[in-house]
């Protein structure tokens, strides 16, 4: 098992800044990758970003140029920066952790965290 811990979450103007933190601890030996994928009241859970063990990452067409999602590997804990926030990313945000292929386009969550609310509202 791969336990997640999420911190960061909270409430921002639009064009604000925020940054998600997710700590993994358990059997880190059996994923390869980690993401992070969210759910807006009503609609479905949609991939944000995900990011390799060797560091290649994938983003959601949305959230490209404004998100970075970036990873620790001695502490076990991923990032994610997401800049120029608008309503639209209002959600509640998962850290997963799972398999994919080299470049991380494939990404197979396995583990989820508990989630955190992010809110972009005026």
């Known amino acids: 098992q791969v336990q997640l811990v999420e911190a960061g979450g909270g409430l921002v103007q639009p064009g604000g800044s925020l940054r998600l933190s997710c700590a993994a601890s358990g059997k880190i030996r059996s994923i390869n990758a980690m993401g992070w994928y969210r759910q807006a009241p009503g609609k479905q859970r949609e991939k944000v970003a995900a990011i390799t063990s060797g560091g290649s990452t994938n983003y959601a067409h949305s959230v490209k140029g404004r998100f970075t999602i970036s990873r620790d590997n001695a502490n076990n804990t991923v990032y994610l920066q997401m800049n120029s926030l608008k309503p639209d990313d209002t959600a509640v945000y998962y850290c997963?952790?799972?398999?994919?292929?080299?470049?991380?386009?494939?990404?197979?969550?396995?583990?989820w965290g508990q989630g955190t609310q992010v809110t972009a509202s005026s």
């Open positions: 997963t952790a799972g398999w994919a292929d080299n470049s991380g386009t494939y990404y197979n969550p396995r583990y």
